[in-house]
């Protein structure tokens, strides 16, 4: 099963300082038959003013993750973890039994990011922070495997059986990425344009696959996030 996802219909936001792309239901935009895909319970493509940014806030039992697009991410928690990160750079956070953090753009130029938040496996896992600071060529023409599930290889480990992916594809490029049976993956497209599956996906758009082989055929340049997991 292929659904692409036009981003025009999916809840935005504009805050003056954010402006925000909601992908399931979150803050003032609910629509009861999109609360989730899987255990992907919240995707955010957040565009973040300079010098502004999210204060001082409390999670608790999620794995939280932020992908940046462009720019510089700051962030700050409880547990004494600074850091920043930049564009193809990756953070997560295991809320756990719960945690403060923050997370601005300390920088002049515009954020871009993903923010997603991903069920865990059980509550009350023990709070913990991680980034990838990584070359950009690793998802050159190929997929490069960012997050993976405790048991996994990838660099940040997270407490679910889920895997992000992210990918870069020049012009005319094709890749595919194999669905294995009772296994599902949300897939975005970052920048660009694409023939995914057959259907035109311009930027911003997504798709829902399950269970179906992905098959890209990048039209510009395109640059991809794929949430895989469990069905």
């Given at each position: ?10 809840g935005h936001a504009d805050h003056g300082w954010l402006k925000t792309i909601h992908h399931f239901s979150f803050a ?175 930027a911003s758009d997504a798709a829902k696959i399950i269970e179906e082989d992905i098959k890209i055929k990048s039209k ?12």
């Amino acid at each position: 099963m292929f659904e692409k996802i036009n981003s025009k219909q999916l809840g935005h936001a504009d805050h003056g300082w954010l402006k925000t792309i909601h992908h399931f239901s979150f803050a003032n935009y609910y629509d009861p038959s999109n609360m989730n895909f899987g255990v992907l319970r919240v995707l955010n493509d957040d565009l973040i003013k300079a010098h502004r940014g999210f204060g001082t806030h409390p999670h608790s039992d999620m794995e939280i993750i932020s992908y940046v697009i462009n720019g510089n991410l700051t962030h700050a928690d409880s547990m004494g973890n600074k850091h920043e990160i930049g564009r193809g750079d990756i953070q997560y956070m295991s809320a756990g039994t719960g945690v403060y953090h923050s997370e601005h753009n300390m920088g002049r130029d515009l954020l871009r990011l993903i923010q997603l938040w991903i069920i865990p496996d059980k509550a009350g896992h023990t709070p913990n922070y991680g980034d990838l600071i990584s070359d950009w060529e690793k998802r050159e023409g190929k997929w490069y495997h960012m997050v993976s599930p405790v048991e996994g290889s990838a660099p940040i480990k997270i407490h679910q059986d889920a895997n992000i992916y992210s990918l870069a594809l020049n012009e005319n490029e094709e890749i595919s990425f194999e669905m294995k049976k009772d296994r599902q993956a949300y897939l975005v497209l970052l920048e660009g344009n694409a023939i995914v599956n057959g259907e035109l996906l311009e930027a911003s758009d997504a798709a829902k696959i399950i269970e179906e082989d992905i098959k890209i055929k990048s039209k510009d340049f395109s640059h991809y996030l794929v949430v895989e997991m469990k069905k």
